[in-house]
């Protein structure tokens, strides 16, 4: 998803039409399924209960997928795929913060939770950091028309947007971590 994503952007097309339209098409194949397959047994939905799932969705998931578009455009595919990653750290740490999780650092399940954050942290990190070569794995075309080399050598993002994308991309990892957290709640 984040090489289209990213393919799309480097296209033209603009993040919040593109998260707009993944969006339009995840709820026409989804909605016949749950209809379809709950209808006889689902219980009656409040007006309460149906503004939470809005609130829920609207900051939760389409606020994540719309600033997860613009750090794409400001980063890489390669780095949005490792970033994501990190998402269960970060709902690990809200957990925590919001006491739905407990850490007990002297068990043996305690020290791989540690292990595990340190080393997922450190592998986002060091892709932050470090921003290597840039790859052109579609050649001298686009998805959706050619370009020549000299076109290309502008998605190439620079030090200032590519720290400004990570920034981003750690946004949007929380405000997912939220919508995960807060869906508990619910």
């Known amino acids: 998803m984040f090489l289209l994503s990213k393919a799309a952007f480097n296209g033209g097309m603009n993040t919040f039409v593109f998260v707009f339209y993944r969006q339009a098409v995840a709820t026409l194949f989804l909605v016949p399924l749950a209809v379809f397959s709950r209808m006889e ?16 969705s609207l900051f939760g998931i389409t606020l994540s997928l719309d600033i997860n578009g613009v750090a794409l455009v400001y980063t890489s595919a390669t780095l949005a795929a490792a970033i994501t990653n990190c998402l269960p750290v ?42 290597g ?47 995960l957290c807060c869906r508990h709640e619910l």
Request: proline share 4%.
């Open 90 to 131: 970060i709902t690990f740490f809200l957990a925590l913060l919001l006491r739905m999780e407990v850490l007990k650092p002297r068990t043996t399940s305690g020290m791989a939770k540690l292990v595990g954050i340190l080393f997922c942290m450190a592998g986002a990190v060091t892709l932050a950091v470090y921003k």
């Open 41 to 56: 047994s689902a219980p009656r939905l409040s007006f309460v209960t149906f503004c939470k799932i809005f609130l829920l």
């Open 133 to 179: 070569p840039h790859y052109n794995l579609l050649g001298h075309h686009n998805l959706f028309h050619q370009h020549n080399i000299q076109e290309h050598e502008g998605d190439v993002p620079s030090g200032k947007t590519w720290i400004k994308g990570c920034f981003l991309m750690l946004m949007s990892n929380v405000f997912w971590a939220c919508g």
